[in-house]
């Protein structure tokens, strides 16, 4: 038999390299899996929960057998019992290895600010439980490097100064997180995405860049990038130019302004620590620190419209072969919430009461099976679907009672609002304590068009339409889009029209741009897009422009009014979306295939001409013939 060649050792070597580092973060088990969102320290609630469920005993040590504990992320910062959750989860994925189970963790936004020396949200009893590790000379060799970098002020003044930033503990919880520190050594061991049978677990969510990567790629990079810039700034550490103090906030001005000092004190010289100081400016583009797409800061999965948002989470589930993401990151108060029709699963319930008012929870899976388990409860819950009312987020009513409402409440109030063609109105309504503001239209170009005995295309799909705006507010709730307003049909001043509900504290993107205000939101515009091409196809609307693409103030949410020049009989695009890509993800495409014949005229005879109705089911046909899909 021929003797195997280094080289050929070699590829074995890497092969079952790789294969073991897939391992930890891509599991096979018919065990129970135990998962739970971002504790923050909240230790006691945590423990309690944990020996609920049988993980561990009465001595906080593993009884869970082969059960897979997950964590999220986030064990850290605010709450007092940080350092206590880490040494505890340590101890337990020691313990549960040696009893057939296992303890996973996947690095969340809170572990790397640590990691990285972004101290912000670090509570003092977390700076308090490290006192003990700090001797009186740490603190003295700490504040000897403070002073040597702030040397201006009154010696008594610069103490206070000092013990108020720095309190005892704070030396000893950085080199505890650092690369060669008890905590940080096992942190860096963790992965930043996992995968479970057909579960993906990460802290925040995919975002659209991301969604055609790997699991392994994504944790690569990611390990990798965070390796690099411990390592880097360990050397700068470790060539004085970078002291423990330093916060990451001021890092980079901090280190610019000893580069400058060095270059003016040996002009023409390279320092010895030109290269990791280089590194450490260049890793601010890395993913790592890129705050909107990284898979740890990325709140878009919690965020953004469920209809948009699953083009990116079906595509990369579907890469990894999974079929439902867990995310924690984002917390909703005391409860564990689903959305995109249980394609995402949110385990952030706000464990730390007092700062989230929360309450511990874990989800559960075994033989086939999901539950919820709330501490303190025995019984087995399921995930609640997100509440998505756009009524109930502008009038704090539902569709059906706001409709009412419009219709029978008592008119104080009628202004002209200034702007459009036709002149429409903000009316105020009002019954009780309870008021509501509405837009009021009331032109209509082809009065009883939509019951004419015959469609007369040249003359009927130039009309403007009042009608036409509950038409749309009605296809938007068959889709359950919830973006356009509610609307009815009501008399006002003795005028027949139709009033939608007014959008509160938004700006119209023609303003938005001609007062250059940034788009500052978690859903990119364009991705945000994907819902108005859609809409505005299926409807047939050429009027979309700046004026009537209304943002949300906060947060940048979109929003479609004006549909009163929709709704034509041809087959295809509006001339304005005859090139763009139209991408829908699975779950739209099974909202447009809910629309039959039967149920739309059913909902929209009362608005629209039967011809009218066929346009919108072959333009529905468009869109999901010539759609980019995602990802097989």
């Not at 101890?91 to 990285?116: I, S």
């Not at 249980?342 to 999901?370: E, F, H, I, P, W």
């Not at 036709?422 to 019954?431: G, I, N, W």
């Not at 359950?480 to 307003?485: A, G, I, S, T």
């Amino acid at each position: 038999m021929r003797p195997v060649s280094r080289f050929v050792s070699f590829l074995i070597f890497l092969s079952l390299s790789i294969s073991a580092l897939a391992a930890d973060y891509d599991v096979r088990t018919d065990s129970r899996i135990v998962a739970f969102g971002d504790v923050h320290g909240a230790y006691d609630d945590w423990v309690a929960m944990l020996r609920e469920l049988g993980v561990v005993d009465g001595d906080l040590n593993w009884s869970g057998g082969d059960t897979h504990l997950i964590s999220l992320g986030d064990l850290i910062d605010r709450g007092p019992g940080s350092r206590s959750v880490v040494q505890l989860m340590m101890k337990l994925d020691r313990q549960a290895e040696k009893a057939g189970g296992a303890v996973h963790m996947v690095l969340g936004n809170h572990e790397v600010m640590v990691m990285t020396g972004a101290l912000n949200y670090v509570s003092r009893e977390e700076f308090a439980a490290f006192a003990a590790d700090e001797s009186g000379a740490d603190r003295e060799s700490l504040y000897a490097e403070y002073r040597r970098f702030n040397p201006g002020g009154d010696e008594a003044a610069a103490r206070s100064r000092f013990a108020d930033q720095y309190p005892s503990g704070f030396l000893a919880l950085r080199k505890a997180y650092s690369r060669e520190g008890e905590l940080g050594r096992w942190l860096l061991e963790q992965p930043f995405i996992l995968k479970v049978n057909d579960k993906v677990y990460m802290h925040g969510g995919i975002s659209g860049p991301l969604a055609g990567e790997t699991i392994a790629d994504l944790n690569s990079r990611l390990k990798s990038e965070l390796s690099a810039y411990l390592e880097d700034m360990d050397a700068l550490r470790d060539a004085g130019v970078m002291p423990w103090h330093v916060s990451f906030d001021d890092h980079l001005g901090f280190l610019n302004a000893r580069a400058e000092e060095f270059a003016a004190a040996n002009p023409k010289v390279q320092a010895d620590w030109f290269e990791p100081l280089k590194n450490v400016f260049e890793a601010q583009k890395a993913l790592l620190f890129n705050q909107r797409e990284n898979p740890f800061w990325y709140r878009g999965t919690a965020y953004c419209h469920p209809y948009s948002e699953s083009f990116n989470t079906e595509r990369f589930l579907k890469r990894a072969g999974a079929k439902q993401l867990v995310v924690g990151h984002t917390p909703v108060r005391g409860e564990v919430y689903q959305r995109m029709e249980g394609l995402v699963l949110r385990l952030d319930s706000g464990m730390l009461k007092s700062v989230y008012n929360g309450l511990a929870t874990a989800l559960v899976s075994q033989g086939g099976r999901d539950y919820i388990h709330y501490l303190g409860s025995s019984e087995q819950r399921q995930p609640l679907a997100e509440p998505r009312s756009l009524a109930y987020a502008l009038s704090g009513m539902n569709d059906e009672d706001l409709e009412e409402f419009m219709r029978t409440a008592p008119i104080v109030e009628v202004r002209d609002i200034g702007t459009g063609v036709t002149k429409p109105k903000r009316v105020t309504q009002q019954r009780g304590d309870v008021s509501n503001d509405a837009v009021f239209k009331y032109h209509d170009s082809q009065p009883g068009m939509e019951s004419k005995a015959k469609y007369i295309a040249r003359q009927y799909n130039e009309a403007d339409r009042y009608i036409y705006d509950v038409a749309a507010y009605k296809l938007d709730r068959m889709l359950d889009l919830q973006m356009v307003p509610t609307a009815v049909l009501a008399d006002v001043e003795g005028d027949a029209g139709a009033l939608s509900d007014w959008i509160e504290n938004a700006i119209n993107e023609r303003d938005r741009l001609e007062q250059k205000l940034p788009f500052d939101s978690y859903c990119p515009q364009w991705e945000q897009y994907r819902l108005r091409f859609v809409f505005d196809i299926l409807i047939h609307n050429d009027d979309r422009n700046l004026t009537n693409l209304l943002w949300t103030r906060k947060g940048n949410y979109l929003r479609f009014i004006d549909h009163t020049l929709a709704f034509r009989t041809t087959e295809k695009r509006p001339k304005q979306y005859r090139k763009v890509d139209v991408e829908v993800s699975d779950l739209l495409a099974s909202k447009l295939e809910s629309l039959t014949e039967e149920n739309l005229r059913r909902e929209l005879s009362p608005y629209l001409h039967p011809r009218q109705i066929d346009g919108v089911i072959a333009r529905r046909d468009l869109i999901l013939k010539e759609a980019v899909r995602s990802a097989k």
